[in-house]
Nanobody
Framework: QVQLVESGGGLAQAGDSLDLSCALS????????MGWFRQAPGEERKFVAG????????KYEESVKGRFTISRDNIKNTVHLQMKNLKPEDTAVYYC?????????????????WGQGTQVTVSS
């Protein structure tokens, strides 16, 4: 059974950096494209970034381009989200997700597996 476990969330001030990690177990990591989503209070879960199975292709939501970087380590079965120049509007619960799609998708229904989420809070 595939399981995803996130780590690395926490409190930050505007302009700070945080790194999120997500470890996959119970499956073959390279079968899955990976993504990060976030959900702010009272809002729907939204796509943040995605990476294909090999790490050769990435996609970002417009507001995080140039600030966030998604990467994966297919040896350690982990995916990472480096977040720089954080803003208060980045405050949300961040979820790691995996899916067997071929091309990066921003649609949450295309991801079969989800982590439990990790809180990121950015103060001004």
């Amino acid at each position: 059974q595939v399981q995803l476990v996130e780590s690395g969330g926490g409190l930050a001030q505007a302009g700070d950096s945080l790194d999120l990690s997500c470890a996959l177990s119970g499956g073959t990591f390279t079968l899955y494209g990976m993504g990060w989503f976030r959900q702010a209070p009272g809002e729907e879960r939204k796509f943040v970034a995605g990476v294909n199975w090999s790490g050769s292709t990435t996609k970002y939501e417009e507001s995080v381009k140039g600030r966030f970087t998604i990467s994966r380590d297919n040896i350690k079965n982990t995916v990472h989200l480096q977040m720089k120049n954080l803003k208060p509007e980045d405050t949300a619960v961040y979820y790691c997700a995996g899916g067997t799609w071929r091309f990066i998708t921003t649609v949450s229904d295309d991801y079969a597996y989800w982590g439990q989420g990790t809180q990121v809070t950015v103060s001004s």
